[in-house]
């Protein structure tokens, strides 16, 4: 009797100190700053900046997260650059041409043609004119070329490089040779633009 006596009592002060504890804040903080932190409004002015200044820049040379630089600049001068030496670094093994025929299709036929002829819906409903074949003699394609003008662009046509990702784009590209040698265009660099 007596030790249910005990265990009575001893069950009654645990749930004296369980009742009396309050949940709504802990006990202690241990890092203050977690609990009571500071709202600060997106692109909104903050003491810490120096001037005003709502946000810092990037440092010098910091790279986008994802992102690949491309070296070559997208001038004239870096079109040629690419077009004798830029190769495709993918590998037989990585090269997926059903994939590259669907984003040809996408991004490209419209123009290009699904064939690669210059004949794409829109140049033959003449809202664009002047897209040559991709076996055109006066042009010299090579895998370099055609990377650096989805990248850039050139003339009318305008970068694919926001929609298209580095992998993606060398996918492109190699369709786009399968397309020229289809089309009887020889793969060799010629020295004419």
Request: negative net charge.
């Amino acid at each position: 009797m007596k030790s249910l006596f005990k265990l009575v009592v001893l069950m009654v002060v645990l749930i004296s100190f369980a009742s009396c504890q309050e949940n709504s804040r802990p006990n202690y903080q241990y890092f203050p700053d977690m609990y009571e932190s500071v709202g600060y409004e997106a692109y909104g002015e903050a003491d810490f900046l120096p001037d005003g200044m709502e946000a810092k820049l990037p440092a010098d040379g910091s790279v986008a997260r994802g992102h690949k630089p491309f070296d070559i600049d997208g001038s004239l001068e870096g079109y040629d650059l690419a077009k004798a030496t830029l190769k495709n670094p993918l590998d037989s093994t990585t090269i997926d041409s059903p994939r590259g025929g669907q984003l040809y299709d996408i991004y490209c036929a419209v123009c290009h043609g699904k064939k690669g002829d210059g004949k794409g819906i829109l140049v033959t409903r003449e809202k664009i004119l002047g897209v040559p074949a991709f076996d055109d003699p006066g042009r010299a394609l090579t895998e370099g070329s055609v990377y650096h003008t989805i990248h850039y662009g050139k003339n009318v046509m305008g970068s694919y490089a926001n929609q298209l990702d580095e992998e993606e784009r060398w996918q492109v590209v190699d369709y786009v040779m399968q397309l020229k040698s289809e089309l009887g265009g020889s793969q060799t660099v010629k020295d004419s633009i």
